[in-house]
């Protein structure tokens, strides 16, 4: 859906896990602190996310932040920040797992699915040319992991951006396609 909004709108997407990744790639203290946490699918502590946020939307007006806040203390670590929605895309957790084993990524983050949103050359990134990989923690035991991360620590966000009045709930389930076209339509209502 990020990737669909900066194609569309030109917001700056700003991916949580992809900018943890990119520090993982490259092979540094700090990256490979990181990758413990990504490898198990917990949250990697907010001393290494908090400010990397920060600092990619600093003096920035149109950002879309994917991924992130995913706990209360860091959407309270930012509430300096004006966020103006929140999209909640609703999936069936048989689905999300279905997603997570059909995706394909290539090293910059374009993301893919073998099904719903195939590559236009197998294997290929339809922007960059790279090679599509699984995601190592896309596999069944780190993905019930993140799920169980999921319900502890950002559910809670839920009510949280339900009581500020920005939560917006889209049905996630049906095809890409159909789900862009709802989060288009409410991104386009409060521009
Ligand atoms: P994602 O690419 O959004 O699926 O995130 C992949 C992994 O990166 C997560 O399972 C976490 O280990 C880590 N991660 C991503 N976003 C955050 C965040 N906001 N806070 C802590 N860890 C995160």
């Known amino acids: 859906m990020s990737q669909m909004l900066k194609d569309d709108f030109g917001f700056l997407h700003v991916s949580a896990g992809a900018l943890l990744r990119e520090e993982v790639e490259k092979e540094t203290t700090i990256g490979e602190e990181i990758k413990k946490f990504i490898d198990k699918g917990e949250l990697v502590p907010n001393q290494f996310v908090v400010e990397m946020?920060?600092?990619?939307?600093e003096e920035k007006d149109d950002f879309i932040l994917d991924g992130f806040p995913r706990s209360l203390e860091q959407a309270k670590a930012v509430e300096g920040l004006q966020i103006d929605m929140v999209?909640?895309?609703?999936?069936?957790?048989d689905v999300v797992v279905?997603?997570?084993?059909?995706?394909?990524?290539c090293e910059k983050g374009h993301t893919y699915h073998l099904k719903t949103n195939p590559p236009k050359q197998k294997g290929i990134c339809n922007y960059d040319g790279l090679p599509l990989t699984v995601r190592k923690d896309?596999?069944?035991d780190v993905i019930r992991d993140r799920f169980k991360v999921y319900h502890k620590k950002t559910q809670p966000l839920l009510d949280y951006y339900e009581k500020e009045g920005i939560l917006v709930k889209v049905n996630g389930a049906p095809l890409p396609k159909v789900v862009y076209?709802?989060?288009?339509?409410?991104v386009e209502e409060r521009e």
């Open 87 to 93: 999209i909640f895309l609703d999936v069936p957790e």
């Open 53 to 57: 946020i920060k600092l990619e939307v």
């Open 181 to 186: 076209k709802e989060v288009k339509r409410v």
């Open 138 to 140: 896309d596999n069944p």
């Open 98 to 105: 279905s997603r997570f084993s059909g995706r394909r990524v």
